[in-house]
């Protein structure tokens, strides 16, 4: 009897599964409370935000056009209305600036705020609608990513917007757990529910015109997954109770106006900053979707997770293709499997990254053009392998060890980054406000700051990065983005033709700085947009620049005064 006994607890035992680490991390939402688990999340963002934080501003320039268009909205109201790219941070810092005045700081704190906002909306959308050892490296990411985390304290729209996204995510949870138990799924019943998501959708396409994908979206999800036809004319009905006040009013205020106009101008051009080049034909907006598909998935997606050096600028069309397939079998697994929330993430994400691959020119190669969509990317592709391997104790092992090598990597480069920052932060924050820049950005800088101070309120001063000099200088600078009035024989300005166009812009002042090609390191190679304009007129017209400041020895920025010739035509 006690033979048979214990053969059969020893049968037991073998019976028994094994408790492996992977177990153990989707088992932790029945050890520990959702509140306990999001504020530990929330916790190490708010940690990361502090030791990375940057109180300058970045040298991508798309910050400072922001904090000048906010300006500009202040000052010039109702004369001016933003449309270089999506209106509505700038509008948001505007309302700062009234508020709290021209402080940086204050505008770079706002988007810490929408960091932690962002950790929580995107767990409160997610949690236990995947599974945890799923959820929990994408909160690693959302909540410690380094890029995530840069973005945190800059004055771009990229903060914003993933806490405007974050929301979206949560306000469908709500709606589906809600639209799945009603008899009735008229509007009267879900009408909060739908105003919602038609606030989401229209605070996400005024914050980035490439939401707009969200519409066709919203119209695919409810008409052939949800199969309601009547949810489709709410949901619409629904973004159009806040879409169509906004444009009146705007059309009222600022008159006829549109934040695609200028940015669908240059988006068909060949070169963004070339139009002589032409319109792009369907053949070139094909291939920006290849090309920017090996940039954005072989590239910049294992740069982000620190897996690929920053440096790298190799890309690999076999990853690409790898990463795109990976991501429509995992959407494939999501739809056959029902998960209403995931699948309508997953179909706004890919629209989302097939609009940005198509419109945007592949020399922009940005991290954070694919950076919002990361989150979801992630989601999709580690709840595929879990669908796969969750059923095998040694692909469970495997699972686990690829979470841990990305949540480890991510660490590492965020971490790393804060100690390098921390000291820099604090000669910020102490006064030195150019700490931290190199040379030839110092002297940038603290040029436009001299011309702010020194030169009469009545000149205006051309420069290549006019809204950083904006910061710096405190006044309006004209900004030359590329070589004007080109000839095509030499690639630089006809000096009469460059001449007559400062002069029709009332141009008193440039700047011409020596900004390194490579960022990390002094070649002698610089950004030459103005020297090419400048070096056929000082040929030409020797007396009509005069050199009047010089800011620094190495790489140094010098201002020049224009005199404009008596015979020019």
Not at 41 to 70: C, K, P, Q, T, V
Not at 424 to 447: C, E, H, M, S
Request: proline letters at 4%.
């Amino acid at each position: 009897m006690k033979n048979k006994k214990q053969a059969t607890i020893s049968k037991d035992k073998k019976a028994a599964k094994p408790i492996t680490w992977f177990d153990k991390i989707n088992q932790l939402p029945e050890r520990y409370s959702e509140r306990s688990i999001l504020l530990s999340f929330l916790g190490w963002a708010l940690l990361m935000a502090i030791i990375n934080f940057n109180a300058r501003i970045s040298e991508a320039h798309d910050d400072a056009l922001y904090i000048e268009a906010a300006y500009r909205f202040v000052n010039e109201f109702p004369n001016y209305f933003y449309t270089a790219n999506a209106p509505f941070y700038p509008m948001f810092l505007a309302i700062l600036i009234k508020l709290f005045g021209f402080k940086l700081i204050v505008f770079k704190m706002f988007n810490v705020l929408f960091l932690l906002l962002s950790v929580y909306f995107y767990f409160k959308a997610f949690f236990k609608k995947v599974p945890f050892v799923v959820l929990l490296p994408v909160m690693f990411f959302v909540s410690g990513n380094h890029h995530i985390i840069y973005f945190s304290s800059m004055t771009f729209t990229e903060s914003m917007f993933m806490f405007l996204q974050g929301l979206l995510f949560y306000v469908v949870r709500v709606f589906l757990e809600k639209y799945m138990h009603l008899q009735y799924k008229d509007f009267k019943h879900l009408y909060k529910e739908y105003l919602l998501i038609g606030l989401c959708v229209f605070l996400l396409m005024v914050t980035r015109s490439v939401a707009i994908v969200l519409i066709p979206t919203i119209v695919f999800f409810f008409y052939w997954i949800l199969k309601d036809k009547k949810a489709v004319v709410y949901s619409i009905f629904s973004w159009l109770v806040f879409y169509l006040p906004y444009k009146l009013l705007i059309r009222l205020i600022f008159g006829n106006v549109s934040q695609y106009s200028n940015q669908s101008k240059i988006l068909l051009q060949k070169d963004p900053y070339d139009a002589s080049l032409g319109q792009e034909d369907f053949a070139g907006f094909i291939q920006r979707f290849l090309d920017n598909s090996e940039l954005y998935l072989s590239k910049r997606f294992f740069q982000i997770v620190g897996w690929m050096s920053e440096q790298n600028t190799d890309t690999y069309g076999i990853i690409a293709l790898l990463m795109w397939a990976l991501f429509l079998w995992g959407s494939w697994k999501i739809y056959k499997q029902k998960n209403y929330l995931l699948l309508f993430s997953s179909i706004y994400t890919l629209g989302l990254m097939v609009l940005s691959f198509i419109i945007l020119q592949a020399r922009w190669d940005q991290p954070r053009i694919i950076m919002v969509a990361m989150p979801v990317l992630l989601l999709v592709y580690f709840y595929l392998f879990y669908q796969l391997f969750h059923t095998s104790i040694f692909w469970k092992k495997g699972y686990t060890l690829l979470i841990f090598i990305l949540i480890i990597s991510m660490l590492i480069s965020t971490i790393k980054r804060g100690i390098k920052n921390i000291p820099i932060v604090i000669k910020n924050l102490q006064g030195d406000i150019y700490y931290g820049y190199t040379p030839d950005w110092q002297n940038f800088l603290r040029a436009s700051e001299w011309c702010g101070k020194n030169l009469p309120e009545t000149s205006y001063v051309a420069s290549r990065k006019a809204p950083m000099s904006f910061i710096y200088g405190k006044r309006k600078f004209f900004p030359i983005y590329s070589v004007i009035k080109k000839d095509p024989e030499t690639n630089q300005s006809n000096p009469d033709s460059a001449l007559i166009f400062f002069k029709e812009n009332k141009v008193t002042h440039i700047l011409l700085a020596n900004l390194r090609v490579d960022p990390t390191k002094n070649t002698g190679q610089v950004i030459n947009t103005i020297h090419n304009i400048l070096e056929p007129i000082s040929k030409k017209y020797p007396e009509s620049l005069k050199l009047i400041h010089t800011e620094g020895e190495v790489e140094p920025c010098y201002v020049y005064e224009i005199h404009y010739p008596e015979n020019l035509k």
